[in-house]
Structures are given as C-alpha cells and as structure tokens.
C-alpha cells in the first residue's frame, strides 16, 4: 500500500489497531543512504521490559511481550509512504472491545470535545462528572478516547432535570425510560394502605440482573445511609466482582426496617433474579433481617457484620471498670481462636474472670456465634468480605452525586449517572488485567499459573500467600487413612509481639484434594500460604488442579452482562443538535446580521417546539402498582428504627457545609463585636470559586453556576439556602 504521508499511514494503522485492540508505538526511525526514510510502527507490547530497580524482588506491571506484530514503512524522495513489510501475528491476547483504552496519539478526540474539556476547565468538577460529560459527547463510553485519569480538571456537571415534575413522576419517568431501553429492567412500587403513597421503591437494571448470575453467590445488604429530604434509607444489595470491586446487584429506598417491609423487598429481588437465592447474605445485626431472611431465603447462611458488632463494644461495655481490659481479650478471643473449641474455652475464661455472666448482650452474641465469629464461618465461601463495610462503601458511588438534601426526582438520575461511572472504573479494570502483566515473586510453576489466570487485583492477593511462606515451617506429621496431615508452623506477628501459630494440612495424593484448617480457600477462594509451603515440601510446585483457579478471579472469562450498555439515548438527540448547530455557530456566523438571524430563527423554533402537543408517555404498565391508583402523592416520612437521621452517615458535602456554617457564624459574632469602622468596611464573604478552592465544594457550587450568580459574592448561609431551593420542587 501506499499513503501520502507519514501521518496518514500512521492515523490508518492507528485506526487498525483500535479495532483489533492493541496499542501502537513507533519503535524506530532513521534515513538511509538513499536518502530514504525508514521508520517502524509497532505494537506496544514489542519489545522487553528491563527493569532499573535494584530491588530484585519489587514487583512490576509490565505490557511487553516481545511481541513482533509492526509495519515497516519507507518514505520516498517525493514524500509518499510505501509499506515494505507489515507482521500481523500478535503473541498475546488482543482486546477487541478494550480498543480505546490504549492512546494511540496525544489528541483527546473532536475538536468540540477538547472545547467543552477546557470550558469545564474554568468552574473545576469532580472527575467522575467531567467523564459523564464526555460519554454523552462520545455518545456512551464505549466511544471515548480518553481515560479518567486523562481529566484532570473538576466541572459541575449541568443536571439536567428531564424527569418531569414532583419527585413521584420523576420515578415513573425514570422506571419507564429504564424498562423502554431494555425490558429485563425490573422495578417495583410498594403502596401504603389507602393506594395513595408510595411506601417502598426497588428498582435492578438489567445489567444487574446479568451480573448476579456471575458474583451472586455472596452479597451484603446494609441499610444505614439516608439521602434524601423524606429521610428513607438507601439500601444497596452489594456483591463483589472479578477484581475485588463492590459490583451493585439492586437498589431500595424504604420506609422503615420492619420485618414485612424487608419480606415485601426480599421476596421482590428474588423475583428479579429469577428465583435464585445467594448461598450468603452478610448483614447489620437486626432480629427484623434475621425474620425476613428466615422467611425467603431459608438455605441461605445468614452472617452478621462482625465491624458493627465490634463497633458496639463502648457502648455496651464502656463502663465497666475493666473495659480496655476485657476489649482487649475480647479481640483475641475472636480473632485468633483457631478452632470452635479454642473459641469457647477463651470466651468462658473471659466470663468467668471479670464475671460478666448477667451481660444479656454478651449473652445474645454468644447464642448466635454462628452467624458472626469467624471461627464458626470461615468454612463458607464469602467471597472474601468479612464485614458490611462493601454496602457501606457504595456511598462512594454516589458521593458527589447526591447529599442529604438531594430529592429523589435528583437522586434517580445522579444514580444512572454514578453506576455508569462505576462501570467505567471496572472496564479500566479489566483492561489493566488484559494488558499488563504483574512479575512473578518466585519461580514456582503455580505462581505462573495464577498470574495467567487472575486478574491483577487477585493474583496481588495470591503474590501476599507466596511472600509469605517464607515466615512458614513445614514438617510432615502423620498418615491417616489415604490422607497426610501436615503441621505447618507460621510466625507470626499478635498485637506486637511474635507468635508462632500451627495450621493442619490435609493432602489426598489420589484426588490431590488439600485442605487447611485456615480454610482461607473455602473463605476467600485463594490458596493459602500453608497449602502453598506443603506443595513445596512434596515438590508439586508445577501446577494445581484447575478446581483451585476459581471462574469468578479469572481475567478472560466473557461474561455476558458486560455486553449490557447503559443507555445515552437521550443524550444522542441533543447531541446530534448540538454538532449540527455547532457547525452553524462556528463558520457560519461571520457579522451580527448573521446572529441577529440565527437568533430570530431559533426564537422562532422555540416557539414551534413550545406550542407541539406533547409525545405520548408510556402507560403506567407497572405491576406493582394497583390498578385503581389513579394519583399518587410524595413519600411520607418515615419513622426510622436505626440510626438517627443525625447520627447516620453523611456525604462529603455535608459535612464541609457544615464546618463552613459554623465558622462562617463564629465569624459574623465577632464582626459584631468590632468597633463601628470594622462595621462599614463589612465582612468579605468568599466568592462561589473561592469557596470551591478552599473547600473542594465543587458539587455545591453548582447549584449557584447560572451566569447570573456565579461571578457574585455569595456567602456560605446563602449558597445553602440557595441549595436549599433548587432542591425544593415546589421553590
């Protein structure tokens, strides 16, 4: 092939690559003495990585495989390209659908792109909104050609209300956009008595409902976070994905945490997941929860969160005489018992010596050890998670999206916005495993044999199991029946002293079944370091059976509901209006009688569109909701039976609102306080961009970023009263 220039055929190989999915380089360029020039594009894993570290056992990502796959091109004395030579075979996986992730030149896309980039560059967002941005650009994520870490600047996101009016028609709106772009979305309305207000709200996209079928087998449900003005509680169901990510499997807003209430929502989502209830379900202590699993889920191993438990301690015993004492034993009798047995003779011990035995909560948690202390469930696959604190981290899903003062007509767009963020995060997660590759710590066949398999996060997980069996001493002990038990000693490290602590291995030659009594496999789905070290012993360090590689860990399963696009359909139409006119604006308009036109025209338009009889809006087909239900009314509050609202956990904004609030006030008083000369020269409130750089209050300066306020002075009482009405529907 020829091209005109170095730079075509540079763009047409470029273009090649991102199809297929690998990144492109140029390896080399030199003249000849024809006074030709030869130059080289290449894959980017070309070549060997050489490391500089003087470290020799740093672990390091690498791309380079030595891969050969290039183009040779040679550049004629008159300026034409002609390829001389082009290797097509790559020596690695290629990433058909990861294409975009590999920047193939230093542009960030269309010119109107990097316009919108550098407009949003004056008034600082939050990254996870300047890339919502750009995907309604690009039309979807799938089309960028930048990563997060490519948008530096922070913008407020204008919020584009599109739900309709009251916070009710909102969720009917959003229900029915949801289940208009892909009918597997599932939704579901709980009506109060009268039929009038809406009690409970669940809702479970169909990307959701696809990866349940992957990462369902544990989630965690957590209902202490409040978002919005009626304050009902969000209560995420959570589950953990390839990487180690918190993956949402559901989402609810209820009104209270009775046991109908959960039984109504329980019995909702396994309806949405076609009936196939999770092998474990980790949840806040709470006898209501434990009826309604009871209730739906009856083979389902119900664990309590043991941080929450833990976290009760001051509460429950902070007035006893003894209480760092007893704290202190408490945590070694829960953490480092290593059988049932060890556990109960260290929890009576504990009793009887401070006499603790009229305790009823000490004597409710003894009653239920099954559900919390670990000794009693690391025999259960749990995917690793061993408190709520995942549910608890989905605040960050929504943190910058949505605050306590946020309505739901707000909170049910910011939510689709936030999950598209997420699942940006975990498709440049799945790329960073496709692409990279972390060194080995050892040069044990089984060590290659998980970094092939395991994504990155993972496989970082199994590296700690390798390093650490260098702290391990293994002997073995005796053969019983067709299994040898192994005794391995590990020093380790209690509370600042070292301690050795002795583990069994069980080893089948014939199955080549092993079982620990860490049980960290059956726990977390990775092979412990004891395991590890009896491998070596017996010199079976080449490879594992494939039973001990879990699908769930590995990086190149396909899993369908990754193919599931969230929607930007109606983003795409004001983006097709916006290039048109874009175009308009930006050549065609060359005087003021060309503005005066345009403007005129547009005024005209408006006036059309305004007087069009709006489209229809879907019937309200939903299920849930009766038939005879003709009007609907706002959420009612609710009376919670948890945390109180102001002790429950609140955004970031919030909380810098608050400290803000409060300075700003201990600074009026002493303004007052002044002499009258102090008076008249007032007091010098910050500017709405002051404010954004002193307190990152980027996502509360938007409510103030109309032209008519943003260049004011606004001080901190009524920026929130301003917040306060944008958030009202009926300000």
Avoid at 460 to 485: A, G, K, P
Avoid at 566 to 586: K, M, T
């Amino acid at each position: 092939m020829t091209f005109s220039s170095e730079e075509e055929v540079t763009r047409y190989y470029m273009n090649y690559a991102k199809n297929v999915g690998f990144g492109v380089g140029k390896i080399s360029s030199k003249n000849g003495d024809d006074g030709k020039k030869y130059f080289t594009l290449a894959c980017n894993c070309a070549r060997r990585y050489v490391s500089t570290s003087k470290n020799p056992s740093k672990q390091y990502l690498t791309s380079k495989t030595q891969c050969r796959a290039r183009l040779n091109a040679c550049m004629a004395l008159d300026g034409t390209i002609t390829v001389s030579r082009v290797v097509l075979e790559h020596n690695h996986e290629l990433g058909f659908a990861k294409g975009r992730y590999f920047r193939l030149d230093e542009s960030l896309g269309p010119p109107r792109l990097e316009r919108n980039l550098e407009l949003n560059d004056q008034v600082a967002n939050s990254v996870g909104k300047n890339l919502q941005s750009v995907a309604g650009e690009m039309n979807g994520f799938e089309n960028l050609t930048l990563a997060e870490k490519d948008c530096r600047n922070h913008v407020p996101k204008v919020r584009r209300l599109r739900l309709g009016r009251g916070d009710v028609d909102a969720i009917h709106s959003f229900f029915h956009r949801m289940q208009k772009q892909n009918s597997q979305f599932y939704c579901a309305m709980d009506m109060d008595d009268k039929g009038i207000n809406i009690q409970n709200l669940f809702w479970a996209d169909a990307r959701c409902r696809a990866a349940y079928e992957y990462f369902g087998e544990v989630i965690t449900f957590d209902t202490t976070y409040s978002i919005n003005k009626y304050d009902l509680p969000l209560t995420p169901f959570v589950g953990v994905n390839h990487h180690g990510q918190s993956i949402l499997l559901g989402c609810a807003i209820l009104s209270n945490m009775d046991t109908k209430t959960l039984t109504w929502l329980f019995t909702r989502w396994l309806e949405c997941m076609h009936g196939h209830a999770p092998n474990g379900i980790i949840t806040n202590e709470d006898s209501a929860m434990k009826s309604a699993i009871q209730d739906v889920f009856p083979k389902a191993r119900h664990r309590w969160c043991l941080w929450h438990i833990m976290k009760k301690l001051p509460e429950m015993l902070g007035k006893h005489s003894c209480y760092e004492s007893i704290k202190t034993l408490l945590y070694g009798v829960v953490y480092d018992s290593l059988s049932k047995s060890d556990f109960m003779e260290s929890w009576g011990n504990m009793i009887e010596h401070y006499k603790l035995h009229d305790n009823e909560w000490l004597k409710g948690l003894f009653d239920e050890r099954h559900r919390w202390v670990p000794v009693y469930v690391k025999e259960t696959f749990w995917a690793g998670m061993s408190t709520t604190q995942r549910s608890e981290s989905i605040d960050s899903y929504f943190d910058g999206y949505v605050n306590s003062k946020t309505t739901l007509k707000l909170f049910v767009e910011q939510y689709d916005n936030a999950l598209n963020d997420k699942i940006e995060k975990e498709s440049m997660a799945d790329f960073d495993s496709f692409n990279t590759t972390i060194t080995c710590a050892s040069h044990f066949g089984f060590e290659i044999q998980f970094q092939k398999a395991f994504t990155n996060a993972k496989f970082i997980e199994f590296q700690v199991e390798v390093s650490s069996m260098m702290y391990c001493n293994t002997s073995f002990e005796r053969l019983e029946d067709s299994n040898s038990i192994f005794s391995v000693t590990e020093n380790r490290k209690v509370n600042e002293k070292i301690k050795d602590v002795v583990f069994k291995v069980s080893f089948n030659e014939k199955d080549f079944k092993l079982r620990c009594t860490c049980c960290l496999f059956e726990f977390k789905g990775i092979l412990c370091r004891h395991i590890l070290c009896v491998l070596k012993l017996i010199g079976k360090t080449d490879s594992v059976p494939p039973y001990y590689i879990l699908p769930r860990w590995m990086k190149y399963v396909k899993r369908r509901y990754t193919l599931i696009k969230r929607g930007f359909e109606e983003l795409q139409r004001v983006n097709i209006a916006c290039d048109a006119f874009y175009e308009v604006a930006s050549t065609m308009i060359n005087s003021e009688d060309d503005l005066v036109k345009v403007m005129n025209w547009i005024k005209d338009l408006k006036n059309v569109l305004t007087c069009k009889e709006p489209s229809s809006r879907i019937a309200h087909d939903l299920s849930s909701i009766p038939n005879h239900v003709t009007r609907m009314l706002d959420p009612t509050g609710t009376q919670s039976n948890g945390f109180p609202p102001l002790k429950r956990k609140t955004s970031n904004i919030d909380q810098i609102l608050k400290k803000k609030l409060a300075r700003n006030k201990t600074q009026k008083n002493n303004q007052e306080n002044k002499n009258d000369q102090s008076q008249e020269e007032g007091l010098c409130t910050p500017t709405v961009q002051e404010i954004d750089d002193e307190e990152h209050l980027g996502d509360v300066g938007q409510v103030l970023c109309c032209p008519q306020i943003i260049n004011q002075n606004v001080s901190c009482s009524e920026l929130l009263q301003a917040q306060h009405h944008m958030n009202d529907p009926s300000s």
